[in-house]
């Protein structure tokens, strides 16, 4: 049987281009034909259960996400999975919840198991990788940071805030306040800040309102909203679902989202009113997973560069129908 040497040595390149090659790792189109070329005059396959062995790893990739029922997460987990199949890996998806001590679990799951790496939204800044990195397994944080030194692709949070407040603002919005994620989470502070690097003296008493990233959340923080003396007329969620439940406690309250202003950071998942009502800021969640899986392999693959912090860029989906007298 053909060696990956000898595939190497009659394409006239390294064994590290024929490695890349087969593991789907940038490598020029001309080299990529070179290295097919000579593994089919030499009936060459990737023997699987060798690597496995050298590696002590399988061609498994571990998927960690606070929320498997987000259109966000789902959206980011197929552009992992769409980039692992590319390169002959699968992926198990795990589902945190948010919950240290689950996330916990399924980072000893994925050690014990030999996982080859593992991506992760992390569900606290006091994230415990120390079993993966002490296995020396290549870790992707996605969407958030981690204090290890691990590679990271994340969004400008503090953009899509800026953006999400400055768009209610410009449609002459003036008491703007913002339904929140739970303090503490990089993601959720960043967002805060634009709001409020943008609606600065309009924040009135009580108009930052911190929920769980649910409906449910976003229902309870809206109708808190309404409660209070002044209320607001114009309010940014930091998270797609936490919009849905701001609308749905409007439309309760007999509110038209046409007369009050809401602005969602993420797309609405579901829409009972028309898109023009609402501003969206759309993330790139499936650029976020295709980018964190492609970093994850190439560390795999055995990828010696600095640690790297991808930014990624959202888009505003600004109003398109404008603004009617407020009702408050």
């Known amino acids: 049987m053909a060696t990956i040497y000898e595939v190497a040595a009659l394409a006239g390149v390294s064994?590290?281009?024929?490695?890349?090659?087969?593991?789907?790792?940038?490598v020029s189109e001309e080299k990529q034909r070179l290295v097919r070329d000579a593994a089919a005059r030499l009936a060459f396959t990737p023997n699987k259960t060798a690597r496995r062995l050298r590696k002590q790893s399988s061609e498994i990739i571990a998927l960690l996400i606070p929320d498997i029922e987000n259109p966000f997460y789902t959206a980011l987990a197929r552009g992992v999975e769409d980039r692992a199949q590319e390169s002959g890996f699968s992926v198990v998806l795990c589902n945190t919840d948010d919950d240290p001590g689950k996330e916990l679990r399924y980072l000893q799951i994925a050690a014990s198991e030999q996982m080859a790496g593992v991506i992760l939204s992390p569900a606290s800044d006091e994230v415990d990788l120390g079993v993966?990195?002490?296995?020396?397994?290549?870790?992707?944080?996605?969407d958030r940071t981690t204090p290890y030194p691990v590679d990271a692709v994340k969004i400008d949070n503090r953009a899509a805030g800026i953006a999400a407040t400055k768009a209610l603002v410009d449609a002459g919005y003036r008491r703007v306040a913002?339904?929140?994620?739970p303090a503490g989470i990089e993601a959720t502070e960043d967002r805060v800040h634009g709001w409020r690097q943008?609606?600065?003296?309009?924040?009135?008493e009580g108009y930052l309102q911190h929920a769980n990233f649910r409906v449910d959340g976003g229902h309870a923080?809206?109708?808190?909203?309404?409660?209070?003396?002044t209320p607001p007329d114009a309010v940014v969620t930091t998270n797609n679902l936490m919009?849905?439940?701001a609308l749905q406690a409007l439309v309760e309250a007999g509110i038209s989202p046409e007369t009050f202003g809401v602005a969602a950071v993420?797309?609405?998942p579901f829409m009972a009113l028309a898109p023009a009502s609402v501003v969206q800021v759309r993330l790139p969640a499936r650029h976020l997973g295709t980018t964190a899986a492609t970093m994850l392999l190439e560390r795999i693959a055995g990828d010696a560069q600095p640690l790297r912090t991808?930014?990624?860029r959202a888009e505003v989906m600004p109003l398109t129908s404008p603004r009617k007298e407020s009702a408050l």
């Open 15 to 26: 064994p590290a281009t024929v490695s890349r090659v087969f593991n789907g790792l940038a």
């Open 132 to 142: 993966i990195v002490s296995l020396g397994r290549p870790v992707v944080a996605v």
């Open 178 to 181: 913002c339904i929140a994620g």
């Open 198 to 204: 943008v609606a600065g003296a309009r924040v009135g």
């Open 221 to 229: 923080a809206m109708t808190a909203l309404l409660a209070l003396d």
């Open 243 to 245: 919009a849905v439940g």
């Open 266 to 268: 993420g797309e609405l």
């Open 310 to 312: 991808v930014v990624l």
